[in-house]
């Protein structure tokens, strides 16, 4: 049987190649560490955690990383299997020893007969085979230039520059109200298609002035570029004038406040829709490296937002990562060339956690496709099910972000309480029902 290559040893690389060998199909994994390095890397192991050592919440009741964990568990999966024989205590959360993690993962990889591991840098994307590229944020310029001639310039970015991305049901909408801004729109549904939070001169300068104040993180080492085009951090704006935002993102014009009509904002706030669910909704123009905790008090002073529960925070990294709504189909392969499938961060997902997982999908699909069959992705109701469809089709492509997994991404459940206060049964209803339609997709197989 012909071999499924794989471009990355990466937690997506790994995992996808573990489980193609569990599959029956041989393997070979192409790595350039150590040879050629990156800034984060500082080993040439498998799997290696370039920053925190935490797999975070493992709660697979109230949390969708939880459940993550929970389904990559249940797929006899290496990246969860290892975690858990190297866990440090951490409370709820799933820590690691992260060198003897990824020791272990190389040598489990190394062990597996199926496993070839070439050294090396693959730098032009292969014409034919069975490929999957799972090279990460940090994938080589040579192939990054690659699959920009391939996929088209703009449809690989190496940076991301996320606006926080705000549960849809948290946001007050005695406050807010929604319109586009002059009612532009050839529907009534584009005419609504943004939510106005509006805001008084006393709350802006209050919000200038926190926005001042928050602790931001600063860039690693060999991380910055001229990313500022065009997606500068809202602090950073703020810092070159205090009516700089007013002018910017937060401009009042073209917007009639639903609730008081007479009164005219003195800056105003937009959402945008985020996926097609309509669940989730980011904020313009609120790119940001202001810290997790600043973030979360910062933009809960914005009127509407006071009880906003946050899919995900903001961020500007260096990050490779294909525009995947509009590249990839539903089984993670390039339109374009279908012998190429994408795994991990390089797709969009962002995390330890999801980029494995993505590794898992893809490395099962791959196997499946060797042996002559097709794998479907697993149903929407599930983990890993919602971050597929969200990446390869359920974001909008127009401004697309790498996305960790959260409850967002998920079908509502018709009969159950939305909001902040309707969590406690919200979410064990969706992990439940998650935990029966992977079972069933396994089953399947
Ligand atoms: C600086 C930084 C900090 C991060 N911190 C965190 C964090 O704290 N927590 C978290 O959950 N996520 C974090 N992430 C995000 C992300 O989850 C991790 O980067 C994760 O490792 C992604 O998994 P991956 O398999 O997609 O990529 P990686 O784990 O980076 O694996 C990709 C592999 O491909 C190899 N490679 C690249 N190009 C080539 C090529 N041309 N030929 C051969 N091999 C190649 C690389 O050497 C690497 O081993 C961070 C990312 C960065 C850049």
Redesign the pocket.
């Known amino acids: 049987m012909e071999p499924v290559h794989i471009?990355?040893?990466?937690?997506?690389?790994s995992e996808a190649a573990w489980q193609i060998a569990r599959a029956g199909v041989p393997v070979v994994l192409?790595?350039?560490?150590p040879g050629t390095g990156?800034f984060?890397?500082k080993t040439g192991d498998c799997a290696?955690m370039?920053?925190?050592n935490s797999f975070r919440s493992d709660d697979d009741v109230m949390n969708a990383v939880g459940q993550l964990h929970w389904e990559m568990r249940n797929a006899d999966g290496l990246i969860m299997a290892m975690a858990d024989r190297h866990r440090l205590p951490a409370g709820g959360a799933l820590a690691v020893d992260r060198e003897a993690f990824s020791q272990a993962v190389t040598a489990a990889l190394r062990a597996e007969p199926l496993i070839e591991i070439q050294g090396g840098?693959?730098?032009e994307l292969p014409e034919s085979g069975n490929w999957i590229i799972?090279?990460?944020?940090?994938?080589?310029d040579?192939?990054a230039q690659s699959i920009r001639s391939v996929t088209g310039t703009d449809a690989l970015a190496f940076f991301d520059a996320i606006a926080p991305i705000v549960h849809a049901d948290t946001i007050d909408m005695s406050i807010a109200w929604e319109q586009s801004r002059y009612d532009k729109g050839d529907t009534e549904e584009e005419r609504r298609a943004y939510i106005n939070c509006p805001m008084t001169k006393d709350q802006y300068e209050a919000f200038i002035d926190a926005l001042l104040a928050a602790e931001k993180t600063e860039f690693?080492e060999g991380e910055t570029a001229g990313y500022f085009d065009g997606c500068l951090p809202i602090e950073v704006m703020a810092e070159r004038g205090r009516e700089t935002l007013r002018h910017g993102p937060m401009k009042p014009v073209g917007l009639t406040n639903a609730h008081m009509p007479e009164q005219k904002a003195y800056a105003v706030v937009q959402l945008r829709r985020d996926n097609a669910l309509g669940t989730l909704y980011n904020i313009v123009g609120f790119q940001t490296k202001m810290k997790y905790g600043a973030q979360t008090e910062v933009f809960r002073m914005i009127p509407g937002l006071q009880d906003a529960s946050f899919a995900r925070l903001g961020g500007i990294?260096?990050?490779s990562f294909l525009n995947s709504p509009t590249l990839l189909d539903d089984r993670m392969r390039l339109r374009r060339r279908p012998n190429l499938r994408f795994a991990?961060?390089?797709t969009g997902v962002?995390?330890?956690?999801e980029?494995a997982a993505m590794?898992l999908l893809a490395g099962r699909m791959a196997a499946a496709q060797a042996k002559g069959h097709d794998l479907p992705p697993p149903a929407i109701t599930t983990a890993m099910g919602a971050l597929v469809n969200h990446i390869t089709g359920g974001a909008e492509a127009k401004t697309f972000q790498p996305m960790n997994v959260n409850f967002g991404l998920f079908p509502p459940l018709p009969d159950v309480k939305s909001g902040r206060r309707g969590r406690k049964d919200r979410y064990p209803a969706y992990t439940q029902r998650a935990k029966d339609d992977f079972s069933a997709w396994l089953a399947a197989q």
């Not at 471009?7 to 690389?13: D, F, K, R, S």
């Not at 799972?134 to 080589?140: D, R, V």
Request: a negative charge; one cysteine or more; charged letters at 15%.
């Open positions: 471009i990355g040893a990466g937690l997506a690389g192409h790595e350039m560490r990156t984060a890397h290696e370039v920053c925190s840098e693959i730098s799972a090279t990460g944020p940090l994938t080589s040579k192939l690693h990294h260096r990050n991990g961060q390089v962002e995390g330890y956690v980029s590794g």
